[in-house]
């Protein structure tokens, strides 16, 4: 495949960024990418695996003369970077971003960047828990899906030309409304990770079973749910904070969903339990037919 921009840059260097920054190189997407992070130990990393081919001190440097802009930073940090790149944005460039919640990133980024630039939000939809620039690997978008949300007005050309971007990198692309985006994935995302969250901390909490009981004796269910607890901590808590409202309304109907399997189990209603397994059991298959996991054993897993 040709290459889409003469020059990709990244602000922040994390797992998202140097995954694409690899999956760029596979696909010859770029003809020239640059990137910068907060830490200065990142960015040495970045240069010792040669990550980009220009890593910058700061993100001024990193933007000047792109034609794609990636925000991987944490949303928290959205506002303040929009701020310190304005001025040295290129005309015509294309600013994404990479963030799990899209109004907030929206309200953050958009007053601060100039007319001469398109601004179109981003989502992939992919991730470990693992960090850093030494956890990307070019893989990490194949059949997944990336949410762009175009704001109204949007250049057309820029949209296509990012789509075919990600989909260079492997990606499903699909167009969605920001606020629609946000509940889908407190839904589908956030929502399950302040569940894991939860119960590995009632595991810490319980001290009836004792730390080595808990590690020794995790089942797949609870190593997944460390799995996921195991997530930057950072950037879910920006997540929850910036995706307040639809977090909320998920967590509201877990909660009744919740007294409902609670109240089963005391009254001994198996008719309604086996009911209501079959129905999230048919879930599990969709995911599965979507080519979005596996049914292999322990799922697919890596086992390390």
Known sequence: MSAL???????????IASSMAHAIRRAGLAEQMSGTARSSETRAIARE????????????????????VVLCVPIGAMERIAQEIAPHLAEGATVTDV??????????VAPHLPDHVQFIPGHPL???????????FAELFDNRWCILTPPEGHDPDALDRLTRFW??????????????????????????????????????????????????????GFRDFTRIAASDPTMWRDV??????????ILGRFTEELFVLQRAIRQGDGALLHDY????????????????????????????
């Open 49 to 68: 695996i040669d990550l980009v081919d220009l890593v910058c001190d700061t993100a001024a440097e990193a933007v000047a003369g792109a034609d794609l």
């Open 240 to 249: 929850f904070l910036t995706n307040k409202d639809a977090t909320l309304e």
């Open 5 to 15: 921009y003469s020059r990709v840059a990244f602000v922040g260097l994390g797992l």
């Open 99 to 108: 963030g799990s919640v899209k109004q907030a990133v929206i309200d953050a």
């Open 277 to 304: 397994f079959t129905r999230t059991r048919a879930i599990r298959r969709g995911i599965i037919e979507a080519g979005q996991d596996t049914d292999a054993p322990d799922f697919g897993r890596i086992k390390t």
């Open 167 to 220: 989909q260079g990198m492997g990606a499903n692309v699909d167009l969605m409304d920001a606020a629609h985006h946000d509940l889908v994935l407190a839904v589908t995302s956030h929502t399950p990770h302040l569940i894991a969250y939860t119960m590995v901390g009632v595991a810490d909490d319980l001290r009836r079973v004792t730390d080595s009981e808990v590690i020794k004796y995790s089942a797949a």
């Open 126 to 136: 992919a991730g470990t828990e693992h960090s850093g620039p030494r956890a990307g």
